[in-house]
């Protein structure tokens, strides 16, 4: 018999070593090697010795049928599944511990139960008593949802096999399974792969979905989710900030649907409420005539989204400025005061700066830039900013604004809350068209919207006074705030 041989495997990506070593040269996560077996993993009593069959070949020409799906009556998860979850896939929802992942599955199976289905939930963290506690608090404790406590696959999937299948199928957390094909710890890059490709064979060949739990933990040392993502058919991502009540699902793979698709919840006491019109959300609380904060008209997946960014630019006495940003890359936020000073004369150099976006919402898009931009120099002139505008477009790095795509979008849910203006690239005018009810305000260079903060300033922050059309100040070339 061969001996077994043993490796180190990196548990942040999945990259094997001969020998341990303190940094992972694959994703340069430091102390992230555990050993495991490396011959794999099938013993050789319980290998396959069947002779490979033939299959049919099929051309790229034919009409194939839409893959049916199963709505879970909740809007927003069906928004961010592309419509509801299709027969025989399968889904990692992965987040922060305590984010509401058991939460919101809980409230779709229990939808899905008294919907007639036969819906299976998978616990290998928690008894089946502590399910049942958290389906009474939400008041879901009369759906037919059948529970189970278990972790080995062998006998999940055998329970699973028998009688009618089911329509879908939660395991929480795919970190806590194991499979007796491998010998290695459960949550371990070895473990949580082999228990993934079984429960997704079982996926394709019975036809039920599976949803898959993966928990993140804030230093990202568990690999489970990400090991598992090139498996799965879609991953959705649970974000959002403890102190926050708001919680965004967000699509970030999806086979069937859209990426970046967005799904927006409120967490009360009965559960996770779905909000339906973020952007009204994201504003309740706006701050009316601040200097320092600008609306941003952006796009998640498919739908428009409003949101508040607010800038603080104060003098430090700090021999290294401050730069400090929620919600945004930081890289952006570099870029853009980089593009300020060196083409706009805004001195920022000896400046903390501050950026947040309202909400807990986290932006992705480059099209916030203006929106950024016109937040932070209207913090450093102590300008207030018109109440009723819009702002969005990408500056390149020699200060020119940008177009972005859904231009209309943009400025027809910017419409529908009330907003009277858009300031927006010039070469998106005409892309606008003169259906969008909107006064635009078209600006080809970061420099004109800069004269128009600073000149806003110099009126004692007057935001309902008409723009004056002059150079950038020289106090900005001073470097005066």
């Keep these: 018999m061969a001996k077994n041989t043993l490796s180190f495997v990196c548990q942040n990506c999945g990259a094997a070593y001969n020998r341990w070593q303190g940094k992972c040269d694959a994703c340069g996560e430091w102390n992230t090697l555990a050993e495991e077996d490396a011959t794999g993993s099938v013993p050789v009593s319980i290998r396959s010795k069947r002779k490979g069959r033939t299959f049919a070949l099929e051309s790229l020409a034919g009409k194939s049928?839409?893959?049916?799906r199963l709505s879970s009556?909740?809007?927003?998860?069906?928004r961010v599944t592309g419509g509801g979850f299709v027969r025989g896939s399968v889904l990692l929802v992965g987040g922060d511990p305590g984010i509401g992942k058991s939460t919101l599955l809980t409230q779709a199976t229990s939808m899905l139960a008294r919907a007639g289905h036969r819906i299976v939930y998978i616990s290998g963290e928690e008894a089946v008593a502590q399910v049942r506690l958290r389906a009474?608090?939400?008041?879901?404790?009369?759906?037919p949802v059948q529970l189970a406590a278990e972790t080995s696959v062998e006998d999940i999937v055998s329970t699973l096999?028998?009688?009618a299948v089911p329509r879908l199928i939660v395991i929480d957390s795919i970190q806590t399974m194991w499979t007796d094909t491998v010998e290695s710890a459960p949550g371990t890059v070895t473990q949580v792969r082999a228990s993934a490709q079984a429960l997704i064979r079982f996926a394709k060949?019975?036809?039920a979905a599976i949803i898959l739990v993966g928990h993140v933990t804030k230093d990202g040392q568990i690999?489970?989710?990400r090991v598992v993502e090139h498996m799965v058919d879609a991953v959705l991502s649970f974000e959002g900030e403890g102190s926050q009540q708001f919680r965004i699902l967000?699509?970030?793979?999806?086979r069937f649907g859209p990426t970046d698709e967005i799904g927006v919840f409120e967490m009360t006491g009965l559960g996770l409420r779905e909000v339906t019109n973020p952007s009204e959300l994201f504003l309740s609380e706006r701050d009316l005539g601040t200097p320092g904060t600008a609306v941003f008209a952006g796009i998640e997946g498919t739908r428009p989204v409003l949101v508040e960014l607010q800038a603080l630019v104060a003098p430090t006495s700090l021999g290294t400025p401050r730069r400090a940003v929620v919600g945004w890359d930081p890289s952006r936020l570099s870029m853009v005061l980089a593009v300020l000073e060196a083409h706009c004369g805004v001195k920022l150099s000896g400046h903390d700066v501050y950026l947040n976006v309202a909400g807990g919402l986290r932006i992705h898009e480059p099209a916030a830039d203006l929106a950024a931009a016109a937040a932070l120099v209207s913090s450093l002139v102590n300008a207030q900013l018109p109440t009723d505008a819009v702002y969005f477009g990408e500056i390149s790095l020699s200060g020119v604004v940008r177009p972005v795509a859904q231009t209309p979008a943009r400025l027809k849910e910017a419409a529908k809350l009330g907003f009277s203006r858009a300031v927006l690239p010039e070469s998106a005018r005409g892309e606008a068209g003169g259906d969008a009810g909107l006064a635009l305000n078209a600006v080809n260079s970061l420099t004109?919207?800069?004269a128009e903060i600073a000149a806003r300033g110099s009126r004692r922050g007057d935001a309902n006074a008409p723009a004056e059309k002059n150079a950038t100040p020289a106090r900005f070339r001073r470097g005066e705030g």
Aim: aromatic residues 0%; without cysteine; glycine residues 14%.
């Design 223 to 225: 690999a489970g989710p």
């Design 250 to 254: 967000r699509a970030v793979k999806n």
């Design 65 to 68: 049928p839409d893959a049916p």
């Design 73 to 78: 009556g909740m809007t927003e998860l069906d």
């Design 136 to 143: 009474e608090r939400l008041g879901l404790s009369d759906a």
């Design 161 to 163: 096999s028998e009688g």
């Design 205 to 207: 060949k019975t036809g």
């Design 448 to 450: 004109t919207l800069v």
